[in-house]
């Protein structure tokens, strides 16, 4: 009996000493089990996030939108954040506070688990980079300056035509041209056309595809916009100010509106018959439509099947020009001229992330950037890449 006794108490004592083994074995067990069900919901959620906000690109706001509607699908209470790390891509970080059962024993109250993903846009071949309508065979589509780079399909119902300083190698960038005019390139640059190189004036013309005449790709009207045009809008608006954000929304304006100043930033969609932009830095995005910068016909064409059968009367040239900016959306001028010219790009973006929709197309400057992206595309491909 006293030996009983004796090994009883060894097992008290054993167990004593080895409960809190057991309780830390059982934190293990169900604390870690229960953070891997939540973090997996995390993750789950960030990866929906993802491939969402990357389908609005280049709309930043819907972007984000998408991201938020996403995440609160899957993970109510959970905090998110989005970044760009490219222009055609979006990082979504999904974090998730968690509480513990047994860890508690220890002093551990609560810990907190994360799911993050990246998911890119594809640049596929219906992202249309520039449209110009006119069939003039002298300037529909032209460029004006050195190592200008353009990634996505390009069409000129015209000729498209480009000249650069004698010294000054080129480079062009592009899914698909088509052209009836004839194209022309300055003789002492370089230019690449879908894959096709032109480096010798012996070369002759420049490899392109068949002619058609096409349509306007989309067609945008004020009506869609939500504005009361043009009665509803002011003769003109102007932002003068540096280092201003513009509150989000529609800007119209029966004349013209003006952006004249740097680090200017908003999500907006501007619409008027002149349309001027300068400054370095800046940063827009479109606030409804995909629709950026849009100078409305002076009567109505109807996007017929064979483009707008109205009459266009002449309107004024849309400038825009810079340093080191980013715009991303549509710019439509079906009736008028865009003139955009650019200098040193911001790093790791180009300086327009969309579409140029327009007559003609003068596009002038050193460096100019832009990668396509057909915003009336319902049907992105995104892919995640992270």
């Not at 959620?45 to 609005?56: F, H, R, S």
């Not at 998911?119 to 219906?126: F, H, S, V």
């Not at 080129?170 to 480096?199: E, I, K, L, Q």
């Not at 004249?260 to 018959?273: K, Q, S």
Request: aromatic residues 10%; proline residues 7%.
């Amino acid at each position: 009996m006293g030996r009983l006794r004796h090994e009883a108490g060894q097992t008290v004592a054993l167990f004593a000493v080895l409960l809190p083994l057991f309780l830390g074995l059982g934190a293990i067990a169900v604390d870690v089990g229960y953070w891997y069900v939540v973090k997996k919901t995390a993750q789950d959620a960030a990866d929906a996030a993802a491939l969402a906000a990357a389908a609005e690109l280049p709309d930043k706001f819907a972007a984000e939108q998408a991201a938020q509607t996403y995440v609160g699908a899957n993970m109510p209470d959970a905090t998110w954040s989005v970044k760009y790390p490219d222009p055609t891509e979006v990082e979504v970080v999904v974090a998730h506070p968690t509480e513990t059962f047994f860890g508690r024993i220890f002093g551990r109250f609560e810990g907190a688990v994360s799911g993050r993903a990246v998911a890119e846009r594809l640049n596929t071949d219906g992202n249309v980079a520039l449209f110009t309508f006119s069939a003039d065979c002298s300037d529909a589509l032209l460029f004006e300056g050195t190592n200008m780079s353009v990634n996505g399909y390009v069409h000129s119902n015209g000729q498209y035509a480009i000249t650069s300083d004698p010294d000054a190698p080129r480079w062009w960038a592009a899914d698909g041209t088509r052209v009836d005019c004839g194209a022309s390139v300055n003789p002492h640059g370089s230019a690449r056309f879908g894959g096709f190189g032109y480096d010798d004036p012996s070369a002759g013309t420049l490899p392109r595809e068949l002619f058609e005449e096409l349509a306007w790709p989309t067609w945008y009207t004020p009506s869609q916009l939500g504005i009361s045009w043009p009665t509803g809008c002011p003769q003109r608006r102007s932002w003068t100010r540096s280092n201003t954000t513009i509150p989000p929304g529609v800007y119209c304006a029966r004349a013209e509106i003006h952006i004249d100043a740097d680090n200017v930033t908003g999500r907006v969609t501007l619409v008027a018959p002149k349309i001027t932009v300068k400054g370095d830095g800046q940063d827009l995005a479109p606030y409804t439509r995909r629709l950026l910068f849009f100078t409305p016909p002076n009567t109505t064409p109807s996007p017929a099947d064979d483009g707008p059968t109205g009459y266009c009367e002449p309107m004024p040239d849309m400038e825009l020009r810079g340093e080191r900016y980013t715009w991303a959306g549509t710019i439509f001028s079906p009736c008028g001229r865009v003139r955009i010219g650019a200098g040193e790009a911001r790093a790791g973006s180009p300086h327009v992330v969309g579409t140029i929709l327009a007559l003609h197309v003068n596009i002038f400057g050193d460096d100019f950037s832009m990668i396509g992206r057909s915003n009336f595309d319902v049907n992105a491909e995104v892919a995640l890449t992270e």
